[in-house]
Nanobody, 123 residues
Framework: VQLVESGGDLVQAGGSLRLSCVVSGLNLNYFAIGWFHQAPGKERGGVSCIDGARRTTYIENVKGRFTISRDDAKNIIYLQMDNLEPEDTGVYYC??????????????????WGQGTQVTVSS
């Protein structure tokens, strides 16, 4: 099983990015995938999640700005990020685990992380 993120970039505040998480070796119909954010000097925390039934969750700070989705044909989880703010700066990771079947799931359930993709939002 492998998770590979991409799509991070430098963008101005108010701009948009779409992050991708390519999932290999895992049936997305049975597992949830979460997106996590680690700001500089801070702990990693959950941002959004999508489960096998396509139910989604978001933290309050990104509701209305971020959208998580899934392409089953390509086995990719997307995170569309609109109206970006400088506070969104950091490394974004996707993650999952065998116990991660519903959203949200605790970080203690995570067994596999992607390598991360850097998002920088300038003011």
């Amino acid at each position: 099983v492998q998770l590979v993120e991409s799509g991070g970039d430098l963008v101005q505040a108010g701009g948009s990015l779409r992050l991708s998480c390519v999932v290999s070796g895992l049936n997305l119909n049975y597992f949830a995938i979460g997106w996590f954010h680690q700001a500089p000097g801070k702990e990693r925390g959950g941002v959004s999640c999508i489960d096998g039934a396509r139910r989604t969750t978001y933290i309050e700070n990104v509701k209305g700005r971020f959208t998580i989705s899934r392409d089953d044909a390509k086995n990719i989880i997307y995170l569309q990020m609109d109206n970006l703010e400088p506070e969104d700066t950091g490394v974004y990771y996707c993650a999952t685990g065998v116990r991660a079947t519903t959203c949200p799931f605790p970080m203690s359930y995570i067994q596999l992380w992607g390598q991360g993709t850097q998002v920088t939002v300038s003011s």
